[in-house]
Each structure stands twice: as C-alpha cells, then as structure tokens.
C-alpha cells in the first residue's frame, strides 16, 4: 500500500513535469512560426523617458550560462540564478549619459540582492552613476525598503524615496560559518585533511565545530577595511560625518523607540531618506516629471535591458586598430571546460590562446571575480597567460570582488595587478580534502576486501580508507604546491619567497592591505586596468578594447534569441506565472540554497586533490 501510494505521488510529478515541458515547448514553437513571419521590433526610447535601473539578483561580471530552455523550465520552478551583468548597467548608463531622450535615472532596488563579495561592483556603479549626474541629468533612487546593499547604490541618488511602511537598517558586514566536525564523527565519517598556511581556514568546517582564532582574526582584518569604504561611501552621499552614521548604527534600538518603531520616520529624520512616498505617489510624482505613457498608464521609462537592445550595435563591426582584450574569469575555477559561470581551466586557457594568436591583440587584461578552486587548472591559465607574454603581449590582471587563493593564483605572474581597495584577495594557500565512509559502511555490515599487485592499488577507496603511505603522498604534494605557488608569487611581484610566506600563510587580504603588501601593484577598476595595458603596451590612446568569449553556437543564439522576444512580449512570462500559481517561491528558494553547497562539491575535481580556494565568500 505504501509504495503504491508513493508510486502515485511520483507519476502524479512526472505527469506535471512533461505538461511543464509540453506547455514551454508549445510556446516555443508558436514564437519560432511567429518569429518566421514578422521581423524583430527594436524598443523604443520616448523623448524624454526615463531610465530605470532595476537589477535582479546579484551584480555579476558575467552572467551563469544555461542552456535556454533549461533557463526557462527554471524559471518556472522559480529556481533559476537570479544575475544582473554589471557590464550592462555600465554601458547602459555611459549611452544614456549623453542621449538627449533620456532626461532623468530611476534607481529601482527592490529586487537587488548582496553586497557582501561584490562592494567594488556598487563602487564602480556609484562612480558611473556620478558621472551621469555630471551631464546635467537627476537621479533618483525609489525602495519598498532598503538593505544595507541596496541603500549603498540608491545612496548616491539625487534623491532617495521610500514606501512608508519600510524599512532602512544596517547590520554591518560579518557572517557565520556552518561547521560539520562532530555530525560527521557522529555518522563515522572521516574527513581526511592535508593543507599548508596557519590562516587556510577553507577546511575548518569539517574539522572543528568553530571558527578558529587565526581565521577570526584575518575575517575581522579584511571585514573592517570593506566597511570602512562602505561607511565614507554611505555618509559622504547623504552629506553627513562617519561619526553621525556610526551613531545611527550603534544607537538604531533608541532612536527606533524614540519615534515609536517608525523605521520609515526615523530615516527621514536621520536624513539618510528625502521622502516617504507609496507606490502610487511615487509614480505620479514621475508622470508630472516626465509626462505618462498612457499604454503603460505609467511614467514615460524604458529599462536598462531594453534600453541597450535599442542603442547598443547588433553586431560589433570589425577594426584594424591595435587591441586590449578582456577576458573575463568568474566563478570557482575547475579542471576542464566549462561555460560561463564557472572558471574552466582548458576553455579558459582557450579565450587566451585566441587573444594570444591574434596579431592585433597587444595585450591582454585578465578580469577575475574568483575564490579559486583546482590548483592543475590554475596553472593551465597561468601558463597560458605567461606563453602570451613570452610572445610579446603584456598582461595586466584586474581583480572584481574577489580574487583570492586560485584567483590570485591565476593573476600572480602578470606584468601589472590592479585591485579595488574592497577586494577581497590573498588567501595565498592550498589545501587537499578527502572524506572516506568505511566506519558507517562497517557498522551496516558493509565491507570491503581485495588484492592489488602494489601497495598502490589499494591504497586510496572512498569505502576503505587511505593508507598513511597515500596520506604522505598527498600532504607532500600540498608542500610542493604551497612552495610553487610561492615562488609564482615572488617571480611576479619581485619579493623572496621568505616576504612571500610571511604575508602568505592563506591569509585573506583586502585590496588596500594586499596593495601595501606588495601582493597588487595599483588600486583601481577595470578602466584603470585597461588603460594601464595599453600604456605597456605602447599602443597610445587611439585603441580598441574587445572582450573575448566564448562563442555560441547558431542553435544557442537561434533559441536565446526567440526566447527574449518572447520574455519582451511577455508570452512566456504568461506560461511561467501559471505553472508556478506563485507556489514555488519558498521551494525554489530551498532548493537554490541546496544547489550552492552541493556545486560545491562537485566543481572538487582537481586530479591531484590539490585545492587552491579561499571560500570565503558567503552569500
């Protein structure tokens, strides 16, 4: 009765999941005879409208590939990675800048997530958003209400609005840990760790049940310094001292008290919101602004996305000018091949050997937004990116949010590093992590047993254990890589490997730290870093910049492409919101959190078990 009960519950999912499936491909296939017989329409941009930036999700170098459809039956189960490119919000406010139907930015923060690794990614947006004030144009910021990430964006507004019942607080940065020590004592499993670095805290989950104070230390060190940027951020856009928003932080519960729980008033009255506004009131308030789109029965706007299908080239045209290229490494860094999201080594080291052969390419700007990962295939980029300069090309790395263990890994023996002051870089370390499951299997009555013709062929099973013979072998390859990555580190910035080892240790560094170590040569972003390039390269200033990636195939372009017109019609939206019923979101979110920890573990697959990451990063 039991299994036939669960048997129905099982068709009953399998059945919804193909009428899923059903529905989108149906979908899909009416948009492709539609798409065969009417041409594409272009947005359009009213005279004076409005811009809205409205990211969602997490700001992104690069945006996790999928595979199209597989983005959509995502969405659907409302599961799918929320990314915001911050390279498309940079270009749309740089077009909309100087575009004379664009009279006012409307900052939308709602639907933003994160701060914690990507503080430089807000910096180079507030920079951006401060120079498109400069042109004469207002910004304003508008909010339900604000997280401590959002608010520091919708901060640098003109003007910044709140819905009233909202709220504005600021937790600081900080963040704990889980620690898996005694549940897995408890289940008999046997984490068998080998590392070199006092600070190479990657692996303390599964060997303490505590943070430990070497790790507390280097977190409290690199955390400072990034809230100390937020803080001179936060107060120097809403014109007050540190001292007065350090006020607000500690004293919140009193003055939250003092206005009987009204968040909404007290941010107005602090100064940190110019005004309660409803959604309502907010969009008339825009209407008088910028006139009304009666279609929309709302302000004249147009969104980033649309707005740059509008102003952005189709197709980028070829030039016979020298080259800086970009390649952009985000993610955790694997062995093999892999699209964007995640750091292949061979596919990367692919994107490099093509700017490499190209005779316009003078020099080649790494951007890297990476914990790290395998230490194989950070070496399979490094050695590419040196084959580059022994052929002539300079290379520059520019480090985002994160460029730490791997990551700095990757960058070490380039003619120049830049960092922002809020990168988070360093961690200077390796470690190797093999769990074996013999004791829960024995206590199941589980065995194993077997010959081999060395003492070799035995020596490692996941079932049995490791012999202290393969334990020595592997700890002694984490020696020679920490002495590897050592003399990488001091080759390319010009210090004994003894300066090296004592800043090293898998510290985590802030940007600004690493800087006054000698670990980056100069702080600055992406710009600054591609200037830099040319400047070495002495190409002058009439050059081009040309980002290398990897190249879609005709299929993959054919079907993003129909299903972005699709998603602009709002014909697929329309098939999503009915098979979620608004039913997924919690699940969704369950299985998104899910998902991280177990990619995790799946990306382990350096062939030497020999791990180069700091995973120090929490979202």
């Known amino acids: 009765m039991i299994g036939k009960f669960f048997y129905r ?47 969602k999700g997490v700001i992104v170098e690069q945006e996790t590939y999928l595979d199209p459809i597989e983005r959509a039956m995502q969405e659907a189960q409302g599961i799918a990675p929320n990314e915001t490119s911050i390279y498309d919000l940079l270009d749309a406010i740089e077009y909309a800048k100087n575009d004379d139907r664009i009279s006012v930015m409307v900052i939308n923060v709602n639907s933003l997530q994160g701060v914690y690794a990507g503080i430089s990614k807000y910096q180079d947006l507030r920079e951006a958003i401060n120079e498109f004030k400069e042109s004469g144009k207002k910004v304003i910021a508008i909010g339900d209400y604000y997280m401590q990430g959002q608010f520091y964006l919708a901060s640098v507004a003109d003007e910044v609005y709140m819905n009233p019942f909202g709220m ?59 809230w100390t940027h937020m803080k001179q951020d936060l107060a120097a856009s809403r014109d007050m001292s540190v001292e007065e928003f350090d006020d607000f932080v500690e004293n919140y519960l009193v003055k939250f008290e003092a206005v009987n729980g009204d968040s909404g008033e007290l941010a107005v009255q602090e100064g940190f919101i110019d005004k309660l506004m409803t959604r309502g009131e907010f969009r008339q308030y825009m209407i008088d602004m910028v006139g009304l789109n009666e279609k929309k029965d709302s302000y004249k706007a147009i969104g980033h996305k649309n707005y740059l299908k509008a102003v952005r080239p189709l197709v980028e045209l070829p030039t016979n000018k020298d080259t800086v290229a970009v390649i952009v490494a985000k993610g955790e860094i694997v062995d093999g091949s892999r699209k964007e999201g995640v750091i292949g080594g061979d596919s990367t080291a692919r994107l490099i050997q093509k700017a490499r052969l190209d005779d316009k390419v003078k020099a080649i700007v790494l951007r890297v937004d990476s914990p790290g990962g395998s230490a194989f295939a950070s ?59 013999e004791e829960p299997l024995n206590k199941l009555g589980v065995h194993r047993d077997g ?43 010009n210090m004994t490997k003894e300066e090296v080892d004592q800043i090293a240790q898998g510290r985590v560094w802030s940007g600004e730290d690493a800087h006054r170590l000698g670990l980056v040569d100069q702080l600055g972003d992406l710009e600054d870093a591609i200037e830099s390039a040319a400047k070495l390269a002495n190409i002058g200033d009439d050059y081009a910049v040309k980002f290398i990636k990897r190249e879609l195939s005709a299929e993959e372009i054919f079907i993003r492409n129909l299903l972005e017109n699709a998603k602009a019609e709002g014909k697929l939206d329309a098939v999503i919101a009915q098979l979620n019923n608004g039913e997924t979101d919690i699940i969704g979110h369950v299985l998104g959190r899910a998902q991280k920890i177990v990619n995790i573990f799946n990306n382990f697959n350096d062939p030497n078990h020999v791990y180069a990451h700091c995973m120090c990063v929490g979202e």
């Open 379 to 437: 070496e399979v980029i490094r050695s590419e990116l040196e084959r580059a300069q022994n052929e002539g090309k300079v290379v520059v790395a520019s480090m985002g949010g994160v460029a730490a263990s791997g990551g700095y890994w990757i960058s070490a023996t380039s003619d120049e590093i830049w960092a922002h002051p809020t990168t988070i870089t360093g961690s200077i370390g390796i470690f190797g992590m093999i769990p074996t499951f």
């Open 451 to 493: 010959v081999g013709t060395t003492k070799w062929t035995l020596a490692f099973d996941p079932m049995d254990g490791i012999s202290p013979e393969f334990g020595q072998l592997i700890q002694r390859s984490i020696e020679r890589g920490y002495d590897r990555f050592l003399s990488l580190v001091a080759e390319g910035r």
């Open 168 to 226: 504005l607080m600021f937790e600081g940065l900080g963040g704990n840990n889980t620690y898996f020590k005694s549940a897995l004592d408890n289940l008999g499993v046997n984490v068998h760790v080998f590392r070199v670095g006092t600070f190479k805290s990657a692996v303390e989950p599964f060997i303490r049940d505590d943070m430990s104070e070497a790790a507390k230390e280097a977190n409290r060190e690199w955390m400072g310094d990034l």
């Open 9 to 55: 519950i099982w068709k009953t999912i399998d059945v919804a999941g193909r009428l899923m499936i059903g529905l989108i491909a149906l979908t899909i296939f009416i948009l492709f005879v539609r798409s065969c017989t009417s041409g594409p329409d272009l947005p359009r941009v009213d005279d004076g409208a409005a811009l809205i930036l409205a990211p």
